[in-house]
């Protein structure tokens, strides 16, 4: 990557720096010894629009400091879809972050395949692997096993709740030891599971 000016707009440097998070998704393949990861059997594209709380994640490394993280979607009339991501960058009195990705639905069967473009031309991979019949929590995954997504309608689940789909996730062929609960209010505490705990970060 070429040396970035001193006075480029912080903006900028986030774009460059996506565009090559990007780059990496879309030229890497999936390691040949994990089976293809499941996916949900139905999405219904107009129910799945609208907000979600991040309850956890494998962070990419924008989302390593991110607390309160929403990821909103609005269909668009093209059969795109708007994304609105919002977080609060190293705790609660951190500054608001804000990015507007763009989803593609790429298998139309299901709805459940997208891809997910940061900055033309790179897309990555966006996979819907689980969505409960209410959809009210549902697992983002790639096929890569490279970075997970359990998000829900409200910030905060139950310890059973929780536990119950960062079991999914590790049944899927993640590492949760890898996994990182999204702190969403002042004084929550991380929930504790029999599977690989998740790092939580202190609120």
């Known amino acids: 990557m070429p040396p970035i000016p001193r006075r480029m707009p912080h903006g900028t440097v986030t774009l460059i720096l996506l565009a090559g998070l990007a780059a990496l998704a879309g030229c890497a393949s999936r390691e040949a010894d994990l089976p293809p990861l499941p996916l949900a059997e139905s999405v219904d594209i107009e129910r799945f629009m609208g907000d979600w ?7 990419t490394f924008v ?6 993280a ?3 979607y609005r ?7 708007a994304t609105t991501f919002t977080y609060l960058k190293d705790g609660f009195d ?8 763009r989803g593609f639905i790429v298998d139309k069967t299901t709805n459940a395949v997208w891809d ?7 897309r990555a991979d966006y996979r819907i692997a689980f969505i409960d019949p209410e959809y009210r929590v549902t697992i983002i995954g790639r096929e890569r096993r490279d970075y997970v997504w359990i998000m829900a309608r409200e910030p905060v689940l139950s310890a059973d709740a929780y536990c119950s789909l960062a079991a999914r996730v590790a049944a899927m062929g993640y590492d949760n030891d890898k996994l990182r609960q999204v702190p969403q209010r002042r004084g929550q505490s ?3 599971c029999s599977v690989p705990e998740a790092t939580a ?3």
């Open 190 to 192: 991380a929930a504790v």
């Open 116 to 122: 997910m473009q940061f900055v033309w031309p790179f």
């Open 94 to 101: 951190g500054p608001r972050r804000t990015m507007h990705p």
């Open 75 to 81: 269909l668009d009339t093209d059969g795109s879809i």
């Open 70 to 72: 929403v990821e909103t």
């Open 63 to 68: 989302e390593r400091s991110a607390w309160q």
């Open 53 to 59: 709380y991040v309850i956890a994640h494998i962070p």
């Open 201 to 203: 970060t202190s609120p």
